[in-house]
Structure formats: structure tokens, C-alpha cells
């Protein structure tokens, strides 16, 4: 709960502070997620362990590739036709 509504609570600010970045200069949007990218990745790497070991079956996952290709052809395909089609029934 803590992590959810330190993330998801203060996110209000994220659109102003890019917006105000921008205004400057584009350029400074990198001058501040490279460092945060950089950091985050490194927090990732020394706190964050695996739980699980490794399994012992390795074999490629069939099932599992192909409904992953179906719903993410589905969502490519969807996303940029939803407003096109809102926009011609008016």
C-alpha cells in the first residue's frame, strides 16, 4: 500500500515538471532521466533479488509466444484505430 501510494499518488506532478523542461529546451528532459534511468538500474541491480530458482524444463514456450504475439498484434492494431472510429459515428 505505502509503495502504491507513494508511486500512483504523487504522479500529479510529472506532466507539469515535463512540460516546464520542455519549455526550456527539450534537451533537459534527458538531463533528467538519464540520471534517474541510471540510478534506478543500478537500485534494481543491488537490492533487487531473484525469489525463484531457475526451473528444470527450458523449453521454448509455444503456447505461450503465440498468445503473446496474438495479443500484442490485437493492441497495435486496436489502439490507433479506437479514435478514428469515435470521430466518424458524430
Not at 27 to 49: C, Q
Not at 73 to 82: C, I, K, L
Request: proline residues 3%.
Amino acid at each position: 500500500m505505502g509503495t502504491t501510494r507513494w508511486c500512483g499518488g504523487r504522479a500529479g506532478h510529472r506532466p507539469v515538471l515535463g512540460g516546464a523542461l520542455v519549455a526550456i529546451s527539450w534537451h533537459w528532459v534527458f538531463w533528467f532521466n538519464v540520471p534517474f534511468g541510471l540510478a534506478g538500474s543500478l537500485w534494481g541491480a543491488m537490492i533487487l533479488h531473484e525469489v525463484t530458482g531457475r526451473s528444470e524444463d527450458r523449453s521454448f514456450d509455444s503456447l505461450g509466444t503465440i498468445t503473446f504475439l496474438i495479443g500484442l498484434t490485437a493492441s497495435s492494431t486496436a489502439s490507433p484505430r479506437a479514435g478514428s472510429r469515435l470521430d466518424s459515428r458524430s
